[in-house]
């Protein structure tokens, strides 16, 4: 018998780099360490699985008393597993919160809109 198997998670970050802006009349690199959290979702019926996620991305401001989301990217897939196989396609699409915002003085545009498909397939060896 195949059940409906659902489960979810949630993630908190923070990433760490910098971001360099071309689009300015100097080439300037600031520090950047945006925040982000994930929240997804998965069900299984028997092998077949689907999936959902959203991560946003934002920046801490005002010495740290507030955010400003910056970029979403959402996902959403579907597929079979079946022991250590697993082929499936997932979408992922980019979307700007915002087209662009000033930070600490700096204009900061998001870098990536747009999408992709993927199709894949998984061989997995070892473990569980």
């Known amino acids: 018998m195949n059940w409906l198997i659902l489960s979810a ?6 990433m760490d780099g910098v971001a360099t802006l071309y689009d300015s009349p100097l080439f300037n690199t ?4 945006p925040m982000y959290a994930i ?3 998965e069900g299984d019926i028997g092998p077949v699985f689907m999936k959902g996620v959203i991560r946003n991305v934002f920046l801490p401001f005002n010495q740290g008393g507030g955010f400003i989301p910056q970029q979403d990217i959402y996902q959403i897939g579907a597929g079979i597993r079946y022991e250590s196989f697993e082929a499936g396609w997932l ?3 980019y979307h700007p919160v915002v087209p662009y915002m000033e930070y ?9 809109e747009g999408g992709s498909d993927d199709f894949y397939v998984r061989f997995s060896i070892g473990g569980e």
């Open 104 to 112: 600490y003085g700096y204009v900061v545009k998001p870098g990536i």
């Open 91 to 93: 979408h992922t699409c």
């Open 39 to 41: 929240l997804g979702v």
């Open 30 to 33: 600031i520090n950047y360490s």
């Open 9 to 14: 998670f949630i993630q908190l970050g923070m």
